[in-house]
């Protein structure tokens, strides 16, 4: 069963609904039990930093998602502030992360801008792929996501670096590593490229090297 993660942080709707015209079985559920019994999940999320690992650290669901994701090695895709909450902390607040990458979230830094730009930044942009991955199979090289952040991911390992955008400078625009996936924009806002990215998700399974 696809879980997707109710923590009562982002619009949890448009991502069901998106599954649904897939035809991928799933549930919304904020329940210990479902994330148990997950075959995969999805960690959704938009707001800040603090409040969304707030919500989660209160929704009693943070040890059991330790244990289905860093122990049990169940595939998982945060989006959004999903993929943020999964780094080690963000400039944005003082609660630390999930850890589950090790990275950190800055704000976008306006003197590193190679124009004035509006933060958040919001709409349409391309990514380029910076290594293969499963998941993203069958995406074209030009594939356009949607995006609404006014942070940023910065990681560490450049092996983790899934993807790359650029908003006045380059950007992590999402991470993978083992059964982990992260990404900043919103594949369920994303119309072809975004469903691509979800059936493959729902399709793919972790195999340990």
């Known amino acids: ?3 997707i993660i109710n923590y009562g942080v982002g619009n949890l709707g448009s991502i069901s609904n998106m599954l649904a015209y897939l035809d991928i079985e799933h549930r919304v559920s904020a329940a210990p039990k479902d994330v148990l019994e997950a075959e995969r999940l999805l960690l959704p999320g938009v707001g800040s930093f603090d409040f969304g690992m707030t919500k ?8 059991v998602l330790q244990q289905r994701v860093c122990v049990d090695k169940v595939p998982v895709m945060g989006i959004c502030l999903g993929m943020q909450i999964m780094c080690q902390f963000s400039e944005e607040g003082q609660v630390p992360g999930l850890g589950w990458f090790d990275a950190k979230v800055k704000k976008f830094d306006l003197e590193r ?3 004035d730009r509006p933060i958040p930044h919001t709409g349409w942009n391309d990514v380029r792929f910076i290594h293969a991955h499963p998941v993203s199979s069958g995406l074209p090289l030009d594939a356009r996501f949607y995006f609404v952040h006014g942070y940023h991911v910065e990681c560490d390992h450049p092996k983790d670096e899934w993807m790359q955008a650029d908003y006045g400078y380059p950007f992590t625009a999402a991470l993978a590593s083992e059964n982990k996936l992260a990404v900043q924009f919103h594949p369920e806002k994303s119309h ?17 090297s």
């Open 56 to 63: 989660l650290n209160e929704s009693g669901l943070t040890d």
């Open 1 to 3: 069963m696809f879980t």
């Open 113 to 115: 801008m190679d124009k």
């Open 192 to 208: 072809k490229f975004g469903l691509t990215l979800l059936k493959n998700f729902a399709g793919w399974s972790y195999a340990p």
